[in-house]
T-cell receptor, first 117, second 115 residues
Framework: AQSVTQLGSHVSVSEGALVLLRCNYSSSVPPYLFWYVQYPNQGLQLLLKYTSAATLVKGINGFEAEFKKSETSFHLTKPSAHMSDAAEYFCAVSPRPGGTSYGKLTFGQGTILTVHP | EPEVTQTPSHQVTQMGQEVILRCVPISNHLYFYWYRQILGQKVEFLVSFYNNEISEKSEIFDDQFSVERPDGSNFTLKIRSTKLEDSAMYFC?????????????FGPGTRLTVL
């Protein structure tokens, strides 16, 4: 079975500082990987996804993530945090074709990002 | 921009009562999902639905739960006899396909409180 672990339920950074949100997955075959963001009172919005093209994936709002197979990681980064980045971030995986539960997302527990002025 | 909508935003019910949570997926999407998030826990998959039938369901989705697409636009989740542990945020999602990499578009959620 696949699983996702996000290290750190809360991350706090200063405006302009680097944002690093960690995600590790467990899967016998590298899955598809996603980062979603949830702003207060809104649904989950896709930031970016890895589907086996380039290992460095660029998403919306200046975020990017790097897939590292050797480390089973897909950490999310942004060089310079903005106040508007304050939200909850979820890492998720979906199996590749031929696997069970095709299309079903398995989520990490979420990381709340706080940005200080 | 098209979006998934859910009603109500907050539902309070008594234990043992039936509730129906409603979702309007994006109009040209073919695959529909329900997820839930109990406070402080992970977002969990409940069920996926395609071509008017359930594609997959989780262990959580027992006989107390059912889904329906009654009129070609709404997608509903019914809980027949609610329990305290059903209190959670319920998210509906839809996607144009189920090609693993297809983005699932999520609604804002319905917060269900069972008293």
């Amino acid at each position: 079975a696949q699983s996702v672990t996000q290290l750190g339920s809360h991350v706090s950074v200063s405006e302009g500082a680097l944002v690093l949100l960690r995600c590790n997955y467990s899967s016998s075959v590298p899955p598809y990987l996603f980062w979603y963001v949830q702003y207060p009172n809104q649904g989950l919005q896709l930031l970016l996804k890895y589907t086996s093209a380039a290992t460095l994936v660029k998403g919306i709002n200046g975020f990017e993530a790097e897939f590292k197979k050797s480390e089973t990681s897909f950490h999310l980064t942004k060089p310079s945090a903005h106040m508007s980045d304050a939200a909850e971030y979820f890492c998720a995986v979906s199996p590749r074709p031929g696997g069970t539960s095709y299309g079903k997302l398995t989520f990490g527990q979420g990381t709340i990002l706080t940005v200080h002025p | 921009e098209p979006e998934v909508t859910q009603t109500p935003s907050h539902q309070v019910t008594q234990m043992g009562q039936e509730v129906i949570l409603r979702c309007v997926p994006i109009s040209n999407h073919l695959y529909f999902y329900w997820y839930r998030q109990i406070l402080g826990q992970k977002v969990e998959f409940l069920v996926s639905f395609y071509n008017n039938e359930i594609s997959e369901k989780s262990e959580i989705f027992d006989d107390q739960f059912s889904v329906e697409r009654p009129d070609g636009s709404n997608f509903t989740l019914k809980i027949r006899s609610t329990k305290l542990e059903d209190s959670a945020m319920y998210f509906c999602a839809s996607s144009p396909g189920t090609a693993g990499w297809d983005e699932q578009f999520f609604g804002p959620g319905t917060r269900l409180t069972v008293l």
